[in-house]
């Protein structure tokens, strides 16, 4: 059930979370032809900048913090964008933990006469809420209150990504230790005129 009140409040007025409606940012941006590569498309790198921008205000307005991307993943380029096509970027929170954030965004490319659009690009970005002295903040940023079935939904999945990338980095770390354990191997010299063995 809707609260008239926007954000969801607890009896001593402290805010427990927010909906996901609430901080969405949606971004248009018009190619130029310095916007482009060698093949007339737009470089890929000019779609994750937006779509880092646009990540960020839907952080901060959700957060109520400064906060900077932690890690982008599962980045799915379907399409290239065009000269004169306009870009819509839409972000969208789907979850929040104690610090960190789930952004999920999307890109598409409108055509400016005909209006006929198409996706280009999808991806996740995680960012991190920082308090005042620029560390992980330990007060919990609000909890996402998702309310429509595609919220929930969202909500799910981010979940599961989170677990996906915990392991995935607690992997890297025990990789990371057993190569210090084992000592490093020390790099080859070569010396001029030497042939390499």
């Keep these: ?3 008239p009140l ?3 409040t607890s009896p001593n007025h402290h805010q427990i979370g927010k909906r996901p409606a609430e901080s969405k ?3 248009v941006y018009k190619i130029f032809p310095n916007d482009l ?3 007339g498309t737009v470089f890929g790198g000019v779609v994750l900048s937006l779509m880092d921008r646009t ?3 839907v952080a901060e307005r959700h957060s109520g913090k400064s906060c900077v991307t932690v890690s982008i993943d599962s980045v799915r380029f379907l399409a290239p964008g065009r000269k004169g096509d306009n870009l819509i970027c839409t972000a969208v929170i789907t979850r929040s933990w104690t610090s960190s954030m789930e952004i999920d965004l999307k890109v598409i490319a409108e055509h400016p006469f005909s209006g006929e659009t198409k996706e280009i690009l999808e991806a996740f970005f995680t960012f991190c809420a920082f308090d005042q002295w620029g560390k992980p903040t330990k007060i919990p940023v609000p909890a996402v209150i998702p309310d429509t079935k595609e919220e929930h939904h969202r909500y799910q999945e981010a979940g599961i ?3 996906e990338r915990s392991a995935a980095t607690k992997g890297r ?3 990371k230790a057993s190569f210090l354990a084992n000592g490093r191997k020390k790099p080859a010299v070569i010396q001029r005129g030497t042939p390499a063995a």
Excluded: Y
């Design 6 to 8: 926007g954000s969801l």
């Design 25 to 27: 940012a949606e971004v």
């Design 161 to 163: 990504r989170m677990e």
């Design 37 to 39: 590569n060698s093949e």
């Design 55 to 57: 990540a960020l205000v």
């Design 1 to 3: 059930m809707s609260s």
């Design 173 to 175: 770390k025990e990789r």
